[in-house]
């Protein structure tokens, strides 16, 4: 075993409890690391290699193999007949460590653009308990535990363990062609859609897609509607594409869209999910879609359609998407595969209108190429064949069932504090106030949960101007069942203590 260098040498050296690394490498760092900290100034000579061997009781080729390292990198010297020595032109050479601490760094400066997406709150509460709570309530998460992966794994292995010449070095910029032809045969038979392959191109989800709309149809300064309350993803998304992001309010028809067209009459984009607003669950009315689309074909403006979870309808079939009534190729078409297989999957598509397609696709060229190939071929096998259109059945129908159990759990542990009522679609239900917690805030409610561990989001979160409703958002496709009743029973001891 290593021991440490005592007093005759130059610095303290401990090679233990560095794990399993060679003792040649733990020597090497921490020699190199003394160099960087200024500890071992340029001009200063180390130790004979015979000399530190028997100090530290290792192997003299354990000590040459270390110095070799640092030499081959720069940061020693090896004089024949003279010795080993630190290097005299090291730039990086800084002064040795101060027992006061540092101070703190400048905020950098950041660009106009990106102020408002860095200026953002933290990334995740701070859940303390969150081991006793996993992904509760969690708001747009699927249940990732029912992805038929074993069938996942077989397609990908069968696309590439003998894959067409042209896969390993990419091709298309709009994505694999296979993949856009299953899409577009997708759209036609669920959601009416009538479009060429040439027409859609892979991205990595809604926030891609909005970001090349952005950049290839609006000006800075020009305005864009955005539901209010909204998703908060798109906002930055348009806020850093220097756009002024107009908040239209949401009702139980959807987006309001006398509302629009008189506070921005000429917005040149409106970004709006009509099947299944986020975060309100609402859905566009019929009567609204068609003033929508009479506004911006006399506007000359543009529809962002986020049909981010259609599929997730639990009455009757989907709702057609607006696309579908789209006579004037107005509609750009949004949608995402990550809540219908899993998020990490991070693949989406983009239907252009015919006008647009080709210059999308040269415009996707000349920012990253193209998406990444890997999953492609295998999320063309899944289409198919078959299985997805299967998978979403099944996740339906669980879905519903979980729905119903939240509510049933909730009318028992909830009742006069949070109210809820049944939706036809979507994974999560939004909870008004109620009476016994009249005058507490949404946020103080959410902040009161995640100090005992349990995820919820307010309301109030998703509001461009801070006046909209206040309520808390109950993720219900992918909590843990055993959970939902005691975390429910939980949360009425915190909010009433």
């Not at 694999?176 to 045969?185: E, G, K």
Request: charged share 25%; with cysteine.
């Amino acid at each position: 075993m290593a021991r440490k260098a005592g007093t005759g040498s130059l610095l303290p050296l401990a090679l233990d409890g560095e794990g399993e690394a060679p003792l040649f490498q733990r020597l090497y760092r921490q020699l190199r690391q003394a160099v960087l900290d200024g500890r071992l100034r340029p001009g200063a000579r180390l130790p004979a290699t015979r000399a530190l061997a028997e100090e530290l009781g290792i192997s003299r080729n354990t000590v040459l193999t270390a110095y070799d390292q640092l030499a081959s990198e720069g940061f020693l010297a090896l004089r024949h007949r003279s010795g080993v020595f630190v290097a005299e032109d090291l730039p990086t050479t800084r002064e040795p460590q101060q027992a006061t601490p540092p101070a703190a760094p400048q905020r950098p400066r950041l660009g106009l653009r990106a102020r408002d997406a860095a200026s953002a709150g933290p990334i995740a509460a701070n859940r303390r308990d969150s081991a006793l709570w996993p992904g509760c309530f969690a708001t747009g998460v699927p249940d990732v535990s029912l992805f038929p992966f074993d069938l996942w794994a077989r397609l990908l292995a069968r696309a590439w363990r003998r894959p067409d010449a042209r896969l390993p070095a990419g091709g298309d910029p709009g994505g694999h062609p296979a993949l856009r032809a299953a899409i577009a045969t997708y759209l036609g038979e669920a959601r009416g859609i009538a479009c060429d392959p040439e027409h859609v191109l892979v991205v990595s989800g809604i926030r891609q897609a909005l970001d090349l709309t952005c950049r290839l149809l609006l000006d800075p300064g020009d305005q864009v509607w955005m539901e209010n309350p909204g998703y908060p993803g798109i906002r930055v998304v348009l806020a850093a594409n220097g756009a002024e992001v107009v908040g239209v309010p949401v009702d139980d028809e959807g987006l309001d869209v006398a509302t629009g067209r008189s506070a921005a009459g000429k917005a040149r984009l409106v970004c709006v999910a009509p099947s299944h607003q986020f975060p309100l669950g609402v859905a566009l009315s019929l009567q609204r879609r068609l003033m929508l689309l009479d506004w911006a074909r006399a506007a000359g403006a543009w529809i962002l359609e986020d049909d981010y979870d259609s599929e997730y309808r639990y009455a009757g079939r989907p709702l057609a998407a607006l696309k579908s009534l789209d006579a004037d190729n107005r509609v750009i078409y949004v949608g995402t595969l990550s809540k219908l297989l899993f998020p990490s999957l991070r693949l989406g598509y983009l239907v252009a209108p015919p006008q647009l397609a080709e210059s999308f696709r040269r415009l996707r060229t000349r920012l990253d190429d193209q998406p990444s190939m890997v999953a492609q071929p295998a999320l063309a096998a899944l289409f198919r064949s078959g299985h997805l259109a299967a998978h979403v059945r099944r996740m339906r129908q669980v879905y519903a069932a979980r729905q119903r159990s939240f509510l049933d759990a909730a009318e028992t542990h909830l009742k006069g504090l949070v109210a809820f009522r049944a939706e036809e679609s979507g994974l999560h239900l939004v909870g008004r106030i109620g009476r016994r917690l009249r005058g507490r805030q949404d946020k103080a409610l959410a902040e009161a949960a995640a100090r005992a561990g349990i995820q919820l989001a307010a309301l109030s979160d998703y509001d461009l101007f801070g006046d909209g409703p206040q309520g808390l958002m109950f993720g219900y496709a992918a909590a843990p069942e055993h959970l939902v009743a005691p975390a429910l029973r939980r949360l009425r001891e915190i909010w009433t203590a």
